[in-house]
């Protein structure tokens, strides 16, 4: 009887009246992250296909080099992922890698792991901060003590598939003017709890497929701090790595403005270990959603702005980041005012409409997932169809609210200045000098 009503209510509608209700799918989240996607990826797989021989030309010319690559980890407290993370660089496709760890004053035994590690030859160089500097200086530190032409950047949580190095390395060989490269995060531990398994729905389609499409669009705006590859030059030019939170999107931003390109490499694979329990995602999700005021919308807002360095590529990246993750956030809100006072009486209606709208856009955008990354799914990942039921509600209502809340703090308080992700001292700084 319900259902029937809602059908019915559907029926009754009016062009006009679905474009009020329904706009925000219509309008914008549909065009944007359904078709667009769809368009993009549609003309990407064949242009690989034919781009074929100019990738085996390039593999070719990056094993006559054999250019020595410095893979960078830092990180704290992260002592039972290093044997991991140290046995996929071991078994890697490219072996002409020195691996750097750096432990930034960590309190667990990571110390006596590494240098275990170290002594088995597992680990070419390993340096312990007594005193916690933060990521960024952890990165700097390890940076320092390298020797690579291409640096990779590692979380410490993470681990590589077996040709991920090979791989993320490619593109700089196809194309000179490339300054970096994004490697694809997938989720390590989506078994553990309902909350690593969304998240690994999550990363599949924002990641892997989203940072796709963008990169094909010339508008990639991060190079993930979990696996990305730099060009030692670039890195040099720019000192390494600000004070963060948020030092990934913030250094690609500092790639593009030097006018070179940044692209992402959806088949180099790094698996990362997220957040276990919501509590701990929210915090997460709370310190990255306030990097995207700190750096897009203060730091580097001169992108948006007419000067003699202006890039349209540039612009449109920051600006598409800003309009639909920012204005678009608050946007929902006062959708769902406008539904609430003109249209009360359709509230269950619309609600369990836009609900569906959503699982079906969902199901589409998973899909298309599934077939740009077929050749490197797990099994578990098809499973995953199971849960798409719940991505409207964790991506529509929690990351929503943690976003807002994020947003909010960070524009009034300037609230990641005072996250223990950095020592005080170090965000102290970063205040002072506008960081």
């Given amino acids: 009887m319900w259902i029937e009503s809602i059908i019915e209510f559907v029926q009754g509608l009016s062009t006009g009246q679905i474009l009020a209700y329904f706009w925000p799918f219509f309008l914008l989240d549909m065009t944007r992250y359904m078709l667009l996607d769809f368009i993009v990826i549609v003309f990407y797989m064949p242009k690989k296909y ?21 893979v960078i980890v830092p990180g704290k407290n992260e002592g039972k992922h290093i044997p991991r993370l140290a046995e996929s660089f071991n078994s890697q496709t490219y072996k002409n890698i020195e691996l750097i760890i750096v432990d930034d004053g960590s309190d667990d035994d990571t110390a006596t792991i590494c240098r275990e590690l170290e002594r088995q030859g597992k680990i070419d160089c390993f340096i312990r901060n007594e005193v916690r500097g933060g990521k960024a200086s952890a990165a700097n530190t390890a940076l320092k003590y390298s020797s690579g032409k291409y640096i990779v950047h590692i979380d410490a949580d993470s681990h590589l598939a077996y040709d991920a190095i090979e791989t993320i390395l490619i ?75 948020g030092l990934d999107g913030d250094i690609t931003l500092k790639i593009r403005k030097l006018g070179y390109k940044v692209v992402h490499e959806p088949m180099a694979i790094c698996y990362t ?15 990255w959603d306030r990097s995207m005021i700190r ?11 007419p000067s003699a360095e ?31 006072i003109w249209n009360p ?16 856009a969902n199901v589409v955008e998973y899909s298309l997932a599934c077939i740009l990354l077929h050749n490197s799914l797990r099994r578990r990942d098809y499973l995953h169809y199971l849960f798409l039921p719940l991505i409207p509600l964790y991506t529509g209502l929690y990351l ?16 990641s200045y005072n996250d223990k992700w950095n020592p005080w001292k170090v965000s102290r700084v970063a205040k002072r000098e506008k960081l």
């Fill in 310 to 340: 202006f890039s349209f590529s540039n612009f449109v990246a920051s600006f598409e980041n800003i309009f639909f993750n920012l204005v678009l956030d608050f946007k929902w809100w006062i959708y769902f005012v406008q539904i609430v």
């Fill in 171 to 245: 593109p700089f060989f196809q194309d000179a003017t490339i300054g970096a490269v994004g490697g694809d995060v997938r989720v390590a531990n989506a078994d553990k709890t309902f909350a690593t398994r969304l998240q690994s729905i999550e990363y599949i389609k924002s990641i892997s497929t989203g940072r796709t499409v963008s990169s094909e669009l010339g508008i990639l705006r991060i190079i993930a701090g979990a696996h990305g590859a730099f060009r030692r030059d670039v890195l040099d030019r720019l000192y390494g790595w600000d004070i963060g939170p």
């Fill in 50 to 70: 034919f781009k074929r021989r100019e990738y085996a030309l390039a593999r070719k010319q990056l094993y006559k080099e054999r250019p020595l690559v410095s």
């Fill in 273 to 287: 270990n997220v957040p276990v329990t919501f509590r701990r995602l929210s915090k997460q999700r709370f310190r």
């Fill in 295 to 305: 750096f897009r919308v203060r730091k580097h807002r001169d992108i948006l702005l």
């Fill in 345 to 360: 009486e359709v509230l269950e209606y619309i609600f369990v409409i836009n609900y569906v709208l959503y699982f079906l």
């Fill in 400 to 415: 929503r609210i943690v976003r807002t809340y994020a947003y909010i703090m960070e524009l009034l308080h300037g609230a």
